[in-house]
């Protein structure tokens, strides 16, 4: 009965390769998030979709590339992995993109770039 | 560019005590703001919700307030028990930004021991 869902927990890979992490929500939410958290553990948004159209793009390096088959799975696909990419990376959704909707969180998945 | 502090980066208190954190932002343009709370390998959990018009929210042995004209809130915890032990996130949602952007602090390592 989880909410929101990652996959996997944890993932240790070299730089270089290419990565994907998945987010499937079964809240009913039509918006959902990506959300890095850095060593100094400050949460920074980098996307947002809403029924799987994108609506907050961060300034994150074109290396990733969000994807939203559909509204309840956003997927995070990263290229060319950096040593910087190492990071906690955490899911959310919300009813809807307003600011007063609650964003619910994924357990987050830890990235360690070797 | 929203900024938002938390003070203290960490505390420690024994069992029982009433303990305050802090959390300042530089714009105090904002639609709401919202106390989570991180526990080690898991998600985000939303604890209170203060909107800009209001002062208070209370939820159990949690009291937050906001004083939005001198950028701050506080959240206060009664009785603190080991099982408050996590970080504590403060985080704004800036009027005129795009959509559910939430902007966080670096959080409050709490330690309640028996």
């Known amino acids: 009965d989880t909410a929101v869902s990652q996959t996997p927990k944890y993932l240790v890979t070299q730089m270089g390769n290419d990565k994907s992490i998945k987010c499937e929500q079964n809240?009913?939410?039509?918006?959902m998030y990506w959300y890095k958290q850095d060593s100094k553990k400050f949460l920074k948004i980098m996307f947002s979709?809403?029924?799987?159209?994108?609506?907050i793009n961060e300034t994150v390096p074109n290396r990733f590339s969000p994807k939203s088959p559909d509204k309840a799975h956003l997927n995070l696909h990263i290229n060319s992995l950096e040593l910087g990419d190492s990071a906690v990376y955490f899911c959310?959704?919300?009813?809807?993109?307003?600011?007063?909707?609650?964003?619910?969180f994924g357990p987050g998945t830890r990235l360690t770039v070797l | 560019k929203q900024e938002v502090t938390q003070i203290p980066a960490a505390l420690s208190v024994p069992e029982g005590e009433n303990l305050v954190l802090n959390c300042s932002f530089t714009d105090s343009a904002i639609y709401n703001l919202q106390w989570f709370r991180q526990d080690p390998g898991k998600g985000l959990t939303s604890l209170l919700l203060i909107q800009s018009s209001q002062r208070e929210q209370t939820s159990g042995r949690l009291n937050a307030s906001l004083d939005k004209s001198s950028g701050r809130s506080t959240l206060y915890i009664a009785a603190s028990q080991p099982g408050d032990s996590a970080t504590y996130l403060c985080a704004v949602s800036s009027s005129g930004t795009s959509y559910g952007k939430l902007t966080f602090g670096q959080g409050t390592i709490l330690t309640v021991h028996p």
């Open positions: 809240l009913g939410h039509d918006t």
């Open positions: 979709y809403n029924n799987k159209e994108l609506i």
């Open positions: 959310a959704s919300s009813q809807g993109f307003y600011m007063s909707d609650t964003q619910y």
